[in-house]
């Protein structure tokens, strides 16, 4: 059985960091491209950030560009979003997924397997 449980989320104030994870069961993370994507109160899941397994190629969304880092680590079936300087407008659930579309200037939505999420709150 597949399965993504994301971790690390949490409230941090503006400037500030967090490292998300997300590990991986019932399969082995480099052979899928992996996304993390987030979603606010109100508005439509985006696509932050994704790692494609077959040449490494990732993909940042504009707002995150400079900020945001995927990475991965095989030995640990786990993949990793560090978030730096967060600004109050990252905040949103977090999800990480895999087997989807990945590419260097987008991400597809439609993915074969989805985390449960992690809140992310950027706040004073």
């Known amino acids: 059985q597949v399965q993504l449980v994301e971790s690390g989320g949490g409230l941090v104030q503006p400037g500030g960091s967090l490292r998300l994870s997300c590990a991986a069961s019932?399969?082995?993370?480099?052979?899928?491209?992996i996304g993390w994507f987030r979603q606010a109160p109100g508005k439509e899941r985006e696509g932050v950030s994704c790692s494609r397994t077959s040449d490494d190629t990732t993909y940042y969304v504009d707002s995150v560009k400079g900020r945001f880092t995927i990475s991965r680590d095989n030995a640990k079936n786990t993949v990793y979003l560090q978030m730096n300087n967060l600004k109050p407008e990252d905040t949103a659930v977090y999800y990480c997924?895999?087997?989807?579309?990945?590419?260097?200037?987008?991400?597809?939505?439609?993915?074969?397997?989805w985390g449960q999420g992690t809140q992310v709150t950027v706040s004073s």
């Open positions: 997924a895999a087997n989807m579309v990945c590419r260097s200037d987008s991400v597809s939505r439609f993915a074969s397997f």
């Open positions: 019932g399969f082995t993370l480099n052979t899928a491209n």
